[in-house]
């Protein structure tokens, strides 16, 4: 197979942007700018945090910052810390009993008591109480002042020493971690950005000074008072000094901060409950708040220019829309738009982007469309811009949807199918690389990004893909192309891109795109492989969603051409999830398909090689045991679906008798009417004409078919019609007129003549045209029509022209009972056998008992 050329211009521009609809995706290049901006931006604010560390900790208490992070050592002396902990040290003293003091004073009393028994002559003048029992200690006011004004400065610098230490392993820790691709350090470092926001550790940088300022000012005040004690006029400079840089201090700091931060110093010590830790939040939401603090953030015009471009391939709820507008997404990308030059580089590119961007920020047709009137149009006027042609959808123009869920499930489809084949490609050992197999895994991996491209843009680049996907399956089956689990790959990309391709489409277009798949399933030559229908189960599901709005969906119908297509892609996901299901299911995909064909012929403008190829692709017995089910559609829609195509069979039985259907076609119509409600079949098709085309079928189809399907079919039928109770007049005499028209009665006859019985099939046919025509007789004379000029013409062929009503019936009446004696000795002598059709039991029974000459009605 020939190889794609590939421009240089189409490479480097691949290379340049990201995949379609996949600029959010993990490995898009949104996140490298994030990570080049956040490395930046991170080492310039923990440089700034650490500096101010640094000259916290070194005044606090001597703690300085070697090279290497988390290694402190001891540089300075002790500072503020050091010699407020000597002050505390020696005032400490004066709270509890000084034992020197309390010697002085037993040496005091001791002096006291010599001098006043060397001075009184009585010993009984001494008062023995008051030398015994000095009176207790007790620290003064002016020390517990001291003490307390001293200790609180000495707590306050030690916490700030303590806090500084870890605000810096915080800060190493922002910026440790930076290996791995570049959405794993994103995701990472955005959990940590957020977290440092949580617990508010710039804040906490900025507000440790001012618990230093009150540590030194309560050591100032407490100095003070130390020195009132010890002499007044000391005492007296310091206050005055004291004073002074306090008055400095409030009218310089405290307004400004009461003005700006004490909100933030309030949420510093309030709980919020919507900052609970959630390490479950899901990758969305931090890939919204990343992108968000990028636009915010970056001072590189090419990185806010990748971010915005990202928007284009996010689908963020309303919070996150909200986040993006608040950074000004929305003005900026407008304004690129606006400033956006035809002819300039990349120009096509730039305005899909920033298109897809800006209508991100729209609100979806649930806000804005009336809630009793469904949202019917499938596209979306497109955004007008300044220098912007914008193509209607006449010429192919952009397509963009209103359905946001459509992009969304496009996108979860193509990560599903992206997993598996990169699973499939890396851990299978039958895989092999070749050219044809990598082509095939690539048109089922960038399916979607087609389909979401078409929402946007013409549809030009979708059909080229879909030409290649179908000259690829044309190759497998020419076996120029060797692909073995890749095909069900190929097949599925194919699905994905006939769903887009669908939207809006002509009948007749959307048509031809199947068929030539079905040709391809249907046209294999001498030396070709042919291509097993299986395969094209999903694509004809896809089809038929995309046509005909089925019941057993979440929206009601009528259902636009884009919810027609996200059911279809809903199908598509659970064909690639639950494969075993959906193998079981593919005839039934398949028929639905074709029925849906069949059900327009002239709409989709089929000629008779299409309705032909339709007739050999359909599989009569697929799910006879009622137990494939198609998802989004109930179990009980089988009967719906055999409904849809009755107009066009109604067609072809009309003309049968001047043109002659053929044996396959014959067999597709007599499986949809047998798998029809009776109801829906009577209220279609005129029930004279199906019961004498299907009569017809039964002697037509006996030799050609070997496993006897459309004979069996078409007895299948007989008998529903048989047990069919709600015949009329004018359906008898349209019976009539239908089996004159085919000479049915003329075959009937010709076949209950043959001689040769040797083989089983022929003897069954006998004996199904002995006893069909003898209950045609049998109707006509029961009913009591036999003498209408419909029947009468009918029956000609026994009457030879008789016009005497008596003998009419006379000559009738023998040649029906001629009849019933003949197939009663059929049926006696040999019988159908063991494997004989019901319907042919039912025709013996409503014989009339040997030797009577009047049938009995059946």
Not at 320 to 327: H, M, V
Not at 612 to 624: C, E, L, N, R
Not at 715 to 742: C, I, P, V
């Amino acid at each position: 197979m020939a190889e794609t050329n590939v421009s240089p211009e189409a490479t480097r521009i691949a290379q340049e942007f990201d995949e379609y609809s996949a600029e959010f995706e993990k490995g898009a290049r949104v996140w490298k700018a994030y990570m080049k901006e956040a490395d930046k931006f991170d080492v310039e604010q923990v440089d700034e945090w650490n500096r101010s560390l640094d000259m916290t900790l070194i005044f606090v208490s001597g703690i300085a910052k070697e090279e290497k992070p988390q290694v402190y050592a001891t540089t300075y002396a002790a500072l503020f810390t050091a010699i407020c902990t000597a002050f505390l040290v020696e005032s400490s003293k004066s709270l509890k009993i000084d034992p020197i003091e309390t010697s002085a004073r037993r040496l005091d009393q001791i002096t006291n008591i010599l001098l006043v028994i060397a001075n009184i002559s009585s010993p009984q003048e001494l008062n023995s109480t008051q030398i015994l029992s000095p009176e207790p200690f007790s620290p003064r006011v002016m020390d517990l002042y001291i003490n307390m004004l001293w200790s609180f400065s000495l707590i306050t610098s030690a916490s700030v020493s303590l806090i500084a230490i870890l605000a810096k392993e915080w800060c190493y820790l922002l910026l440790s971690g930076r290996i791995g691709d570049p959405w794993s350090q994103t995701k990472r470092r955005q959990k940590r950005w957020e977290a440092v926001q949580k617990l508010r550790i710039e804040q906490l940088i900025v507000y440790l000074p001012i618990f230093l300022h009150a540590s030194f000012l309560s050591f100032a005040f407490g100095l003070c008072v130390y020195f009132g004690d010890l002499n007044p006029a000391i005492a007296l400079l310091t206050w005055i000094f004291t004073g002074l840089v306090t008055l400095f201090y409030m009218i310089r700091v405290f307004p400004p901060f009461l003005h700006k931060t004490h909100i933030e110093f309030l949420r510093l010590f309030g709980w919020n409950h919507r900052n609970s830790d959630d390490d479950n939040e899901p990758s969305d939401s931090i890939s919204i708040k990343a992108l968000a603090w990028l636009i915010s953030t970056s001072e590189d015009p090419k990185s806010t220019d990748i971010a915005l471009q990202a928007i284009a391939g996010a689908d963020p709820d309303d919070a996150g829309r909200q986040l993006l507008k608040e950074s000004e997404a929305d003005k900026m990308i407008l304004r690129r738009l606006i400033d956006l030059e035809p002819g300039s580089r990349n120009y096509d590119t730039l305005l899909g982007l920033y298109t897809r961007a800006l209508a991100v920020f729209q609100p979806s047709p649930a806000d804005t469309a009336p809630k009793n009137e469904p949202c019917t149009s499938s596209r979306e006027k497109a955004i007008p811009f300044p220098n912007v042609e914008v193509q209607n959808e006449s010429t192919g123009g952009p397509r963009k949807s209103l359905n946001r869920e459509l992009p969304k499930k496009l996108r979860d489809l193509r990560d599903t199918i992206g997993k598996e084949i990169t699973a499939y490609a890396t851990s299978n050992a039958t895989f092999q690389p070749s050219a044809d197999n990598i082509q095939a895994l690539r048109i089922g991996s960038t399916a979607a990004s087609y389909c979401l491209q078409s929402l946007q843009n013409s549809t030009q680049a979708l059909e080229e893909q879909f030409d290649s996907a179908v000259e690829l399956l044309a190759s497998y089956r020419n076996r120029k192309a060797q692909c073995g689990r890749e095909i069900q790959y190929l097949v599925t990309g194919i699905a994905m891109l006939l769903s887009s391709l669908l939207v809006d489409c002509p009948p007749d277009m959307g048509a031809q795109y199947v068929m030539r798949l079905l040709r391809i399933a249907g046209s294999a030559g001498d030396g070709q492989k042919p291509l097993l229908l299986k395969y094209l189960g999903v694509p004809m599901a896809v089809y038929a969603l995309s046509r005909y709005d089925y019941p057993g969906w979440t929206q009601p119908p009528p259902l636009s051409s884009i919810s027609r297509a996200e059911r279809a892609i809903e199908m598509i996901a659970d064909s690639v999830l639950n494969l075993s299901q959906s193998s079981e299911a593919t005839p039934m995909m398949i028929n639905l398909g074709l029925l849906e064909l069949l059900s327009s012929p002239g709409e989709y403008k089929l000629d008779d090689d299409d309705i032909k190829a339709i007739a050999q692709a359909f599989d009569p017995v697929a799910d006879d045991a009622g137990q494939a089910q198609l998802y989004t559609l109930p179990p009980a829609s089988q009967i719906d679906i055999y409904s849809r195509p009755l107009k066009t069979i109604s067609t072809g039985i009309l003309n049968g008798p001047h043109k002659p259907l053929g044996d396959t076609v014959s067999i597709t119509y007599l499986t949809v009417l047998n798998r029809t409600r009776m109801d829906d079949l009577v209220a279609a098709i005129p029930l004279g004409q199906v019961y004498a085309f299907v009569t017809e079928c039964v002697l037509n189809l006996s030799s050609s078919d070997p496993l006897a399907r459309g004979q069996n079919v078409a007895l299948d039928l007989m008998q529903k019609f048989h047990n069919y109770h709600g015949w009329t007049q004018d359906q008898n005499l349209d019976l009539a007129r239908s089996l004159t028209e085919r000479e049915t009665l003329i075959k009937l006859m010709e076949a209950s003549e043959a001689e040769d019985v040797d083989s089983d099939r022929i003897f069954v046919t006998k004996l199904f045209a002995t006893g069909q025509a003898w209950f045609f007789l049998n109707l006509a004379m029961t009913s009591e029509t036999a003498d209408q000029e419909d029947w009468s013409r009918c029956l000609d062929l026994f009457i030879e022209g008789e016009n005497s009503p008596e003998v009419t019936m006379q000559r009738l009446g023998e040649r029906r009972n001629a009849l019933a004696e003949q197939c009663r000795s059929m049926w006696e002598n040999r019988g159908p056998g063991r494997d004989g059709h019901n319907y042919l039991r039912v025709l013996y029974d409503s014989l009339p008992p040997a030797g009577l000459a009047k049938a009995v009605p059946c």
